[in-house]
């Protein structure tokens, strides 16, 4: 089992917020990052760090985090933003690192 | 224009060794704070992250695959070799390569993969 827990599935409005989450104890000392994959395509990082976005992920996508729960929200929601995220962190038991069991978003 | 690229068998059979090269440009393994990982998918599964180096050459694992990995650089090619031992049925997945790099913000530290290959596909079948 995965060390960090999401949500299977959420879905979200056309136009309206959404928050993705991620618990873990981990996340009490390592900022998660994000990942957002399609089908049959490799994983987009879109948040890094505390807030941080790559070069070309809009800016309706930010990050959180409060306690042991990191938050990826779509401010927002476009149908192309229909897809599968992870976030991934360090285990806080040792030096690996982990990926949560991912959620796949649809925008309805 | 950072790039990766994951090659090796598509097929392997049941208890043989799989050895998979990822081969990147754009940037230097011998950079400090940059890393290469490994990561896998089973068809329709979650990502499971596998393993990584680092450029001082330190390595990590994952716990439960740790016995049937090895990764290892050659900083002159500009590759990452990632062997996994006694392969079965459930190692079929799409295997990736990403650059791995590490930050500090404060006072936490964070972890992320900015770039990633494309992705090869194994399966593991008799």
């Known amino acids: 089992s995965s060390e960090l827990t999401q949500d299977p599935a959420v879905s979200v409005a056309l136009g309206q917020t959404v928050r993705i989450t991620c618990q873990g104890d981990?996340?009490?000392?390592?900022?998660a990052s994000w990942y957002q994959q399609k089908p049959g395509q490799a994983p987009v990082l879109v948040i890094y760090?505390?807030?941080n976005r790559p070069s070309g992920i809009p800016d309706r996508f930010s990050g959180s985090t409060s306690g042991k729960t990191a938050s990826l929200t779509i401010t927002g929601a476009q149908a192309e933003d229909e897809a599968d995220y992870y976030c991934?962190?360090?285990?806080?038991?040792?030096?690996?690192?982990?990926f949560g069991g991912g959620t796949k978003l649809a925008v309805l | 224009q950072i790039t990766l690229k994951e090659s090796g068998p598509t097929v392997v059979k049941p208890t043989q060794t799989l050895t998979l090269t990822c081969t990147f440009s754009?940037?230097?393994?011998?950079?400090?704070?940059?890393?290469v990982g490994w990561i896998r998918q089973p068809p329709g599964k979650a990502l499971e992250w596998l393993a990584l180096?680092?450029?001082?050459?330190?390595?990590r694992y994952s716990p439960s695959l740790k016995s049937r990995l090895t990764i290892t650089k050659d900083t002159s090619e500009n590759q990452v070799v990632l062997t996994v031992t006694n392969l079965d049925p459930v190692d079929t997945a799409t295997y990736y390569c990403?650059?791995?790099?590490?930050?500090?913000?404060?006072?936490?530290?964070?972890?992320?993969?900015?770039?990633w290959g494309k992705g090869t596909t194994v399966t593991v079948s008799s």
């Open positions: 981990s996340v009490r000392s390592y900022y």
């Open positions: 991934y962190s360090r285990d806080i038991s040792g030096n690996h690192l982990v």
């Open positions: 760090g505390k807030n």
């Open positions: 754009g940037f230097s393994l011998s950079t400090s704070g940059v890393g």
């Open positions: 990403a650059r791995q790099n590490v930050g500090i913000d404060g006072y936490y530290q964070y972890y992320y993969m900015d770039v």
């Open positions: 180096i680092y450029w001082d050459d330190a390595k």
